[in-house]
């Protein structure tokens, strides 16, 4: 094995706390949903076992209704806010009470696929399978709850683009009256102009609070918040889960699941027409509270490539728009377009490079027959971790490695593009 795949390895080590892996110390100092899953991914490649572990901690913290929380607050640490003292959702191991992009049976089905211990592999997923098919089921129930085949976000800490310029104008509509003091923590950590805007985070915990005040009861939420949107990345990761979880399903025998998966994924690509942009070329977020597509081209219009949404002609347009980004930065993948006046290319989810979107859009890309573009998105990843390491996120422009350092799902997606 290469030095490079070693010094992922050492990265996910160090990070791993025995039953889950933090994303980086001091940062994020627990165990986070989307982080997880796709560090099991790095994590295969040098102990399954331990691979499965991290899946199976996650789920042993699903919500009874379905969700799967976002983070897992396995220990105590004043380091981090907001902590479960500000959650307060009630578990008996405290957890948030918002969730995540939906990776998991997409990795799952990774695992299975890949491992060199098959049977052990296929029971331990297939005690899995009720428990992802219950967190998808959870979404559309929830968060669509007028069966529109498309699923709202409610708080920008679910689509894991936390500040993305997506967010701007349904943030504007929620207010910053009655938020509580609060210290941010993150700011002690990483260089403050490298994170969200205070009035960002004032909104982000306008959102928590309304939420608890409702007692996080999901079947409120949705109408209740301020804050409904569609995002194009969030919903074509859910439908490429469910899509490997209804393949993972066929394959172990438990039909009824794979059914309802494959009718999940028959409606959700109908509605997803509607969040093409003919201005951008690419798919864009729905704001749902005020009816119409968000003015904004960012990373998360890309995504859909994942689960082959849209026409063969769009895709070969989404490609074109990687090549475009590419041109105007040193390193793709940038998490907006450069050529819009509000990117930003060191703040966090504003413009910054993230090598996890770079592999799902690698995945998508091949998925869709656009091989060539997947190889320039793998030779920029590449060339960034040898430039500055295995850092959260990269300046496009620079190549700079930003936020926190010895990042956890930046080793282990080197780990797999590596092998
Ligand atoms: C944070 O605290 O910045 C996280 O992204 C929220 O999940």
Same mark, same amino acid.
């Given at each position: ?127 899995? @399978? ?172 890309? @995504? ?60 998508? @890309? ?54």
């Amino acid at each position: 094995r290469s030095a490079a795949f070693e010094r992922a390895r050492s990265v996910m080590l160090e990070n791993d706390r025995g039953s889950y892996t933090i994303p980086t110390k001091g940062l994020y100092p627990f165990q986070w949903n989307w982080d997880s899953c796709l560090t099991a991914l790095g994590q295969r490649h040098f102990d399954e076992d331990r691979a499965f572990t991290e899946i199976e901690t996650l789920l042993a913290h699903q919500w009874p209704d379905g969700m799967v929380p976002h983070i897992v607050f396995h220990v105590d640490d004043e380091g981090y806010f907001p902590g479960p003292g500000v959650w307060r959702t009630g578990r008996p191991t405290p957890t948030s009470g918002i969730t995540q992009p939906p990776v998991l049976a997409f990795v799952l089905r990774r695992l299975v696929e890949t491992c060199r211990e098959t049977a052990k592999a296929e029971d331990r997923a297939r005690a899995m @399978l009720p428990k992802a098919n219950a967190w998808h089921e959870w979404f559309y129930a929830m968060r669509d709850p007028k069966g529109e085949g498309l699923v709202a976000i409610l708080h920008p800490w679910e689509s894991g683009r936390d500040n993305s310029i997506d967010w701007d104008e349904a943030l504007a509509g929620v207010p910053t009256e009655g938020v509580e003091p609060y210290v941010r923590r993150d700011t002690t950590h990483v260089d403050a102009s490298h994170r969200p805007h205070r009035s960002d985070y004032d909104r982000y915990m306008w959102l928590v609070q309304r939420f608890r005040s409702l007692g996080w009861d999901n079947a409120q939420l949705h109408d209740a918040s301020p804050f409904q949107v569609v995002d194009p990345g969030f919903n074509a990761i859910l439908i490429r889960a469910d899509e490997d979880l209804a393949s993972l399903a066929r394959r172990l025998g438990a039909s009824e699941i794979a059914e309802v998966a494959e009718a999940r994924v028959a409606k959700a690509r109908k509605a997803f027409a509607r969040l093409w942009s003919e201005k951008h070329g690419q798919f864009v977020c729905l704001n749902r509270v005020a009816g119409k597509l968000v003015d904004s081209a960012s990373v998360g219009g890309l @995504l859909p490539l994942l689960a082959g949404l849209g026409t063969a002609q769009q895709q070969g347009l989404l490609a074109k728009r990687i090549r475009e980004w590419r041109a105007r930065s040193r390193f793709g993948v940038a998490s907006h377009d450069p050529a819009d006046p509000r990117f930003e290319p060191k703040r966090y989810w504003r413009g910054p490079v993230w090598i996890i979107v770079n592999y799902l859009l690698i995945d998508g @890309l091949r998925r869709c027959g656009l091989d060539d573009v997947a190889g320039e998105v793998v030779a920029d990843s590449m060339a960034l971790i040898e430039e500055s390491g295995f850092a959260e996120y990269y300046d496009p422009t620079t190549g700079e490695g930003l936020g926190g350092g010895n990042f956890t799902w930046t080793a282990a997606i080197i780990a797999e593009l590596l092998t």
